[in-house]
């Protein structure tokens, strides 16, 4: 069978490889779809410190059942599932205060075990410990299904930020994780849900998908100027940095209402992880900051039952397919910018 492995920052290789086989408590997938992110994208430049390389990548699976290992029941060949990215331990004292996101001993599909760039793929034991293998609904496809993945994790985010009815949103960021939250906020009952980023051509092309209430071009204005405009002086209920910015971290604090909430949704990078912070907008607006990291087996659960219900539609945010062997277009048209979302179809 055909993958796409990870050798080295720059070096992402597709190669033949032995079809695998299930052991006990494991499940043989056929993958469908696997969809890119930009983490990708900083593997593919960068590594990643729980990559040991030679590493099958990709996280965002979804695909159908080939076969199942001793002991797996509830499960048969042809069922069709989408797998979680980040596995919890489920027994650790996070895990048992439910606190599943920050486990400090989860592994992740793609990372510690070879991922769904594959034609192929092992779903783990440990995914089926935790509810880790979800049956995608009828009338959902393949493609849609791994998109709930990210969308599993912007659920995380916007609980943690309690978006709720009624609330002005920014989201800073019109990418493929922006343009989620715009329709995850909506779903949620969101009075007026803003989408700003710099790139005009990526707001312009996310814009016309998801239609948020309106929309700020970073590059021509000043954000912060803008938001208060539209919110009478007020300012957001909600602000989201779907963007690895520590000036979008900085603007968000900035532009909050009174008792709001900040999302710093996007991570920095790491050898730059340090904003200039006005605690005094913390204290006087009684602001709430909170960090989003991954997401649940019941974050993955609830993703798909979101889109199946057309809550959340996603099908439309899917720009581009491309098969396995033009993995690297894929990963260099996400760094770019150029799409929304792209799938790869094994």
């Known amino acids: 069978m055909k993958v796409a492995r990870f050798h080295a920052p720059g070096d992402i290789r597709v190669e033949d490889a032995p079809e695998p086989s299930p052991g006990p408590g ?3 997938i056929r993958v469908r779809n696997c969809s890119t992110c930009g983490t990708d994208v900083k593997i593919f430049k960068h590594g990643h410190h729980h990559i040991r390389p030679p590493r099958v990548m990709g996280h965002e699976i979804a695909g159908e059942i080939a076969e199942v290992g001793e002991g797996v029941t509830g499960w048969a060949a042809g069922d069709r599932v ?30 510690h075990y070879e991922g769904g760039f594959a034609q192929y793929t092992i779903v783990p034991a440990k995914v089926l410990a935790v509810d880790g293998l979800n049956r995608i609904p009828d009338g959902v496809g393949f493609a849609e299904a791994s998109v709930a ?35 995850l906020a909506r779903s949620l009952g969101a009075g ?3 989408l700003a980023d710099l790139n005009p051509e990526r707001l312009a092309m996310a814009a016309e998908r998801v239609k948020p209430d309106a929309v700020i071009s970073g590059r021509d204005t000043d ?7 539209l919110t009478g002086g007020r300012g957001a ?64 659960a609830r993703a798909l039952d979101l889109i199946a219900t057309g809550a959340v539609p996603v099908a439309d945010l899917i720009t581009h397919r491309i098969p396995l062997t033009e993995v690297l277009t894929g990963i260099d048209t996400v760094a770019r910018g150029t799409a929304i979302k792209v799938t790869v179809e094994p």
Request: aromatic share 4%; proline share 5%.
């Open 223 to 229: 954000v912060v100027d803008e938001v208060l405009k």
């Open 237 to 300: 209920d909600v602000v989201i940095t779907a963007a690895a910015s520590g000036a979008a971290q900085q603007q968000a604090l900035q532009m909050a209402a009174r008792q709001g909430r900040i999302s710093f949704f996007g991570g920095l990078p790491k050898d730059d992880p340090i904003i200039a912070l006005d605690s005094n907008l913390v204290h006087y607006r009684e602001l709430t900051i909170v960090g989003a990291n991954g997401s649940s087996p019941r974050h993955n």
């Open 26 to 28: 494991e499940v043989k």
């Open 192 to 194: 007026r849900v803003v």
């Open 82 to 111: 989408q797998v979680i990215a980040a596995i919890p331990c489920g027994r650790c004292d996070d895990c048992l205060r439910g606190r599943w996101t920050v486990c400090p001993d989860q592994e992740s599909m793609g990372y």
């Open 149 to 183: 993945e990210p969308l599993a994790c912007v659920l995380n985010g916007q609980e943690l930020a309690r978006v709720g009815d009624g609330d002005d949103v920014v989201i800073l960021g019109a990418g493929p994780i922006g343009c989620l939250h715009v329709r």
